[in-house]
């Protein structure tokens, strides 16, 4: 380092340059990495649904204690 304003300067302004270059680049790898946890839980979200929509619906058998009477029966 030198003793020369004018190269002294110039060093700390690159230095600042640096700095928020480094933050700037920090600050959007958080951002990605929040959006991949959102779409993440979506996606999770979306299977789960699916998986559930792949299962045989289970066997029903009515009973016929909740049924109407028939129109002549009324």
Known sequence: MTDHPAVNA???TE?????SAQQTISRELEDAIARVR???ARVEM???ALSCFAQP???YEP???HLL???GQR
């Not at 230095?15 to 700095?19: C, P, V, W, Y």
């Open 57 to 59: 619906v289970p066997q």
């Open 10 to 12: 110039r060093d700390e």
């Open 38 to 40: 959102e779409d993440m």
């Open 63 to 65: 009973d016929n204690t």
């Open 69 to 71: 009477p028939a129109k």
């Open 15 to 19: 230095n600042a340059t640096q700095r």
């Open 46 to 48: 979306w299977a789960n």
